[in-house]
């Protein structure tokens, strides 16, 4: 029997254009093993822990291990007899660096392959060689590049060999406490789940999305970034899928929102600290407040703003949130609390289902105004206007305050105008006093450039 090739997965849990496992599948038996390295990179949040659970459940036949990859990967291969490994590349420098180990550490030969972006890191540069530190200007280079290649078909006949593994239960990713209750209720993990809410998105809702991204009591986005994050779907099969619509301005910027994403990607291969280092160097400076109080405040959402506690609420009942939201509770955080944002990226970290290094940390350091493309700092986000504006009805904030349920649209977004709300905080800051000491506080770097300066 021709031994077989050992595939390892990581955040590529799927069959469907899957390059190391179609070629591996066109030479032989394989076996699918995946290492919970929690040595490797960053450990995964709560959220991610469960979505991991049940995305590999949903894969099956594959085989598990716990400890250092390399150590594992090598040791699997061993004992299933394997005569090669092979793997999609991260574009994630601190996972390259765990792939290296491995690489070293095998005693059989392995093949590499394009990993989960759209065009390959270092491939979309200026005309003078440089990395684009604008967006716009980086996607126009993406799209005048060769279009990305077409998803490959899931392998028609797929010869999983058997090769001794722990359970997926002794990985330990389910939380003890069963809070998750409500994120099951809400997802489908796995490939069959991703390939459903990309035809079902594609189908309609893609027509107004341009409309009706930013409205979070509507249900008008595609849902896919925790499929995305972990692999059960790949940007090329997004991006394809999307290119067989009619185009029209919703499909266009449903792609420039897959494009952010390769932004995102690009700018962590080039800059590994991106989720804690702030990318313009004059922000390491700058006053921020230690207030564990604050912060426990904004996780919980009782700070007393509806739509920043609505979207508290919704990450942690369903480990999503919208991302208008997002932008208005990180502005909030950032810029009314003066507190790191690289509290609210590790908070989010533990949080979402779609955490991921690169989107998570460009998105904060965005927010911040010390990142590539960033908002500048000025620019802060009234949580009054912007609940008013994209949560028109109140409807948003009702279904995850319901405190605030029996409220006239009039009054919903600044409840404190009745005097105090029974069972709801009244606001924990002045929204207009706490605006002027953060554009002081920004105002005190000195030398801030108009464009972002990498380290």
């Not at 030479?27 to 991610?48: I, K, M, N, T, Y």
């Not at 003078?128 to 060769?146: E, I």
Request: proline share 9%.
């Amino acid at each position: 029997m021709t031994a077989p090739i050992l595939i390892w997965l990581r955040r590529d849990l799927r069959l469907a254009d899957h390059p190391a496992l179609a070629a591996a599948a066109a030479e032989g038996p394989v076996v699918l093993a995946f290492c919970l390295d929690e040595q490797g990179g960053r450990p995964f949040g709560g959220a991610s822990r469960w979505w991991l659970h049940q995305s590999l459940a949903q894969l099956g036949g594959v085989t598990l291990a716990l400890g250092r990859s390399e150590q594992e990967i090598p040791r699997l291969a061993l004992a299933c007899g394997a005569r090669a490994v092979y793997w999609n590349q991260s574009a994630d420098p601190v996972l390259r660096t765990v792939e290296d180990r491995v690489q070293a550490a095998l005693t059989v030969p392995c093949r590499i392959f394009p990993g989960d972006t759209l065009f390959a890191p270092g491939s979309v540069r200026s005309k003078s060689g440089g990395q684009f530190q604008v967006f716009t200007a980086f996607w126009r280079a993406a799209l005048a590049l060769p279009p990305p290649a077409r998803p490959l078909p899931a392998p028609a006949a797929l010869h999983v060999a058997p090769c001794p593994g722990l359970e997926l239960n002794a990985l330990g990713l389910m939380p003890k406490l069963e809070w998750w209750r409500s994120m099951a209720s809400a997802w489908r993990p796995g490939e069959a789940g991703a390939t459903t809410l990309l035809g079902a998105f594609l189908d309609g809702p893609v027509q107004a999305y341009h409309r009706q991204r930013d409205r979070p009591d509507h249900d008008a986005t595609s849902r896919l970034s925790p499929h995305l994050a972990f692999g059960e779907i790949s940007p090329r099969q997004i991006w394809h899928a999307a290119q067989a619509v009619p185009p029209d301005d919703g499909v266009r910027t449903f792609l420039k929102e897959l494009g952010w994403r390769e932004f995102s990607r690009h700018l962590l291969a080039n800059h590994p600290t991106l989720p804690q280092v702030p990318l313009r160097r004059e922000f390491a400076a700058f006053p921020w407040r230690d207030d564990p109080a604050a912060l426990r405040q904004w996780q919980m959402g009782r700070t007393g703003y509806p739509i920043v506690d609505a979207g508290m609420r919704q990450l942690w009942a369903t480990g999503w949130m919208h991302n208008r939201v997002r932008m208005v509770v990180a502005s909030f955080l950032i810029k009314d609390l003066l507190i790191p944002w690289q509290a609210g990226e590790e908070w989010f970290w533990d949080t979402l289902v779609d955490a991921d290094s690169a989107s998570n940390a460009a998105s904060w350091q965005w927010v911040a105004g010390s990142g590539a493309d960033a908002a500048p700092f000025f620019r802060i986000f009234n949580p009054v206007t912007q609940g008013e504006k994209f949560d028109p009805d109140g409807s948003y904030v009702r279904n995850w305050v319901p405190e605030l349920a029996h409220l006239s649209t009039a009054v919903i977004h600044q409840p404190w105008k009745l005097g105090r709300v029974p069972g709801y905080p009244p606001p924990m800051i002045d929204h207009a006093a706490a605006r002027t000491r953060a554009l002081a506080a920004f105002k005190g770097l000195r030398g801030a450039p108009e464009q972002p300066r990498f380290l």
